[in-house]
């Protein structure tokens, strides 16, 4: 099944600078030397990292959330 919406585009866009800062902030935690624009000089396993972390951190928040134990964390 085809579709023409990008995978790369915000399901909230009010949130599209939360998660830009917090891609910047996994990258400096997994010490990925990601830079403001091209980034081409990176290997695929060091963008899949940050990514990676990054859905791996906010399952965790909304597991927090969803147990109603702990702080959540806001992106």
């Known amino acids: 099944m085809s579709n023409n919406t990008s995978s790369n585009r915000a399901a909230v866009p009010e949130a599209k600078g939360a998660l830009n800062r917090f ?4 990258a400096n935690e997994l010490g990925v030397p990601l ?21 791996k951190k ?11 134990t702990g702080s959540s964390q806001q992106f």
């Open 23 to 26: 891609k910047y902030e996994v």
């Open 35 to 55: 830079t403001d624009g091209y980034n081409g000089n990176l290997t695929s396993k060091q963008n899949g990292s940050v990514g990676g972390y990054m859905v």
């Open 58 to 68: 906010m399952i965790e928040a909304q597991e927090r959330q969803m147990s109603g």
